[in-house]
């Protein structure tokens, strides 16, 4: 099920975007477990935040990307306000405030520009930055595993479009994306192809600067892995 988030003030989910660069610790443009720990500044009961996470991730994808991570700070704040968590009340969020969160600084109102992110969103690239940690790894084949639906081993172009066009990114930028993750020119992504493109999406969703040419960091820690592992359940 595909949550709009549309009906979320732009100043609030500017809010909730320069939260999500703090909750993601490990900088890999996901809330998977590692960062889940910030669920819980909202002190909200374990039980509670993991149906928060559960309708959140409503991809049972094992990880949260920046839009179910605003649909799980407007659960959160639904929650704080005493009433039921669930995906209807998305709709009721221009009523309700942000939530409350330990050691936060919380949402102005009297501001008449959306909040500054809390550290800058665009980051300078170097060789070593252009590297995929085995957690993302595991998250790409996950989804590469989802859209290879024919399981031949490759992600065609429309097979790819749901990911890619989810990102929001404008089409040339995908276009570019698909180009340097397409190496042999063959119209279709094999498994490290796919991860290269899951990582240049969330890269430049981070403010990265795309490469003009793959580096090798990235062409190395893109390689497969050989385990396949178990279905994600709530980090919570």
Same mark, same amino acid.
């Given at each position: 099920?595909?949550?709009?988030?549309?009906? +979320? &003030?732009?100043?609030?989910?500017?809010?909730?975007?320069?939260?999500?660069?703090?909750?993601d610790?490990? %900088?890999d443009g996901?809330?998977?477990?590692?960062?889940?720990?910030?669920?819980?500044?909202?002190?909200?009961?374990?039980?509670?935040?993991?149906?928060?996470w559960?309708?959140?991730?409503?991809?049972?994808?094992?990880?949260?990307t %920046?839009d179910?991570?605003?649909?799980?700070?407007?659960?959160?704040?639904?929650?704080?306000?005493?009433?039921?968590? $669930?995906? /209807?009340?998305?709709? /009721?969020?221009?009523?309700?405030?942000?939530?409350?969160l330990?050691?936060?600084?919380?949402?102005?109102?009297t501001?008449?520009? &959306?909040?500054s992110?809390?550290?800058p969103?665009?980051q300078?690239?170097?060789? *070593?930055?252009?590297?995929? $940690?085995?957690?993302?790894?595991?998250?790409?084949?996950?989804?590469?595993?989802?859209? /290879?639906?024919?399981? /031949?081993?490759?992600? *065609?172009? @429309?097979?790819?479009?749901? +990911?890619?066009?989810?990102?929001?990114?404008?089409?040339?930028?995908?276009?570019?994306?698909? $180009?340097?993750s397409?190496?042999?020119?063959?119209?279709?992504?094999?498994l490290?192809?796919?991860?290269?493109?899951?990582?240049?999406i969330?890269?430049?969703?981070?403010?990265?600067?795309? @490469? *003009?040419?793959?580096?090798?960091?990235?062409?190395? $820690?893109?390689? &497969?892995?050989?385990?396949?592992?178990?279905?994600?359940?709530?980090?919570?």
């Amino acid at each position: 099920m595909n949550i709009d988030i549309s009906v +979320i &003030p732009p100043a609030i989910q500017s809010y909730y975007s320069s939260l999500f660069q703090i909750a993601d610790e490990d %900088k890999d443009g996901v809330i998977a477990k590692t960062d889940a720990q910030f669920f819980k500044k909202s002190g909200l009961p374990n039980s509670t935040l993991g149906i928060v996470w559960q309708l959140s991730d409503s991809q049972y994808k094992g990880f949260l990307t %920046k839009d179910d991570f605003i649909v799980a700070m407007s659960l959160i704040s639904v929650a704080q306000k005493g009433r039921e968590v $669930s995906l /209807d009340c998305i709709s /009721d969020v221009a009523q309700i405030q942000p939530p409350r969160l330990e050691g936060v600084t919380a949402f102005e109102t009297t501001s008449t520009q &959306p909040p500054s992110p809390l550290y800058p969103t665009i980051q300078t690239t170097t060789e *070593t930055e252009w590297t995929v $940690s085995p957690e993302k790894k595991k998250h790409y084949f996950e989804l590469f595993q989802r859209y /290879d639906e024919d399981k /031949d081993g490759f992600i *065609t172009g @429309p097979q790819a479009r749901q +990911i890619f066009v989810s990102s929001a990114l404008p089409l040339p930028v995908l276009a570019n994306i698909w $180009s340097l993750s397409d190496r042999g020119k063959l119209n279709k992504l094999d498994l490290q192809g796919f991860t290269i493109a899951c990582y240049l999406i969330d890269a430049k969703l981070k403010g990265m600067e795309l @490469p *003009t040419t793959l580096p090798d960091s990235l062409l190395n $820690s893109s390689k &497969p892995e050989t385990n396949i592992t178990s279905p994600p359940t709530s980090p919570l």
